[in-house]
């Protein structure tokens, strides 16, 4: 009889562990969106429609010529295109059409949950559609933060077909990604048991492994130049991870790696040292607009 308490116990308890991660998973997930300031003339807001029908919104400022080069900024997790107003209005000053879009679940956009990269990338992909309506080869480069690079990935057919990328603080898989925040919370022994909890919930809400949901896969298929943007004091996207994510790339490639600075400080920098690092780059790939 005792025995059998015990197995209903345990039995209970991991019946209540299960409830709880999956109530963390939607959590996770859950849409928040707001109101976004309209951008200042010449900006003007667009609202696009993703491959799955979902509603997206952005800014969208015209550049120095119709058909010249084009910058697509994408937002990191529970952000907006906002977080993006100076990057934009620098790129634009150069002379680059500049696309701003809030992700699915995020900002002005649809209420939908959020997906982590997996159907983001539709919403990049709807953005660059947009960029090169009426003029398929425009060249288009991306700055992607943690959640908009692994959208610049993580497409049903590969990578977004851009000329260049700058990726900021991207996760190379999901599993990596969830065990670094539970460790961080936590502690490592918690991430190991939590972690799979979390990860396979991938297959019953998206229909796909935690594999498919690995940015670091995309990367090894993108063959243009990239710049990979760490924080040696990021805990979510570790220098490992980094590292790790700059040797898969196989085309041309720089490592920027910000001392002290962490996950959020690496989504958003905009230093002299910056502009002047991603400038060359565009420059080089994009052209001068």
């Known amino acids: 009889m005792k025995r059998r308490r015990i197995l209903i116990v345990l039995a209970l308890l991991m ?43 952005g800014s969208f400022w015209p550049g120095a010529r119709i058909d010249g080069p084009a910058v697509l900024l994408l937002h990191g997790i529970n952000s907006s295109r906002a977080s993006f107003t100076r990057h934009a209005l620098w790129l634009n000053g150069l002379g680059y059409a500049v696309l701003a879009i809030d992700f699915r679940g995020h900002g002005g956009s649809e209420a939908v949950p959020r997906t982590f990269g997996l159907y983001e990338a539709r919403d990049a992909a709807a953005a660059l559609d947009f960029l090169r309506a009426g003029n398929p080869v425009r060249r288009v480069g991306v700055i992607g933060t943690s959640l908009g690079g692994a959208a610049a990935l993580l497409g049903d057919r590969g990578p977004l077909p851009v000329q260049v990328m700058v990726l900021q603080a991207v996760y190379p898989d999901l599993r990596r990604a969830i065990s670094n925040r539970i460790a961080r919370v936590a502690g490592q022994p918690l991430a190991w048991l939590g972690e799979p909890l979390l990860s396979y919930q991938s297959w019953p809400r998206y229909g796909v492994p935690p594999g498919r949901i690995a940015p670091i896969e995309g990367l090894r298929r993108f063959r243009g130049p990239v710049l990979i943007v760490g924080g040696t004091a990021d805990s979510n996207t570790t220098i490992g991870d980094t590292r790790a994510f700059h040797e898969a790339a196989p085309g041309p490639k720089a490592l920027w790696l910000l001392p002290g600075v962490g996950h959020a400080a690496t989504g958003s920098i905009f230093t002299d040292d910056y502009r002047r690092r991603v400038g060359a780059l565009f420059a080089a790939t994009l052209g001068r607009p």
């Open 15 to 57: 019946i209540a562990g299960l409830g709880a991660a999956w109530g963390f998973g939607s959590l996770a997930g859950r849409p928040y969106v707001e109101a976004i300031a309209p951008p200042a003339p010449p900006g003007r807001v667009v609202r696009l429609v993703a491959a799955d029908g979902v509603h997206i919104e």
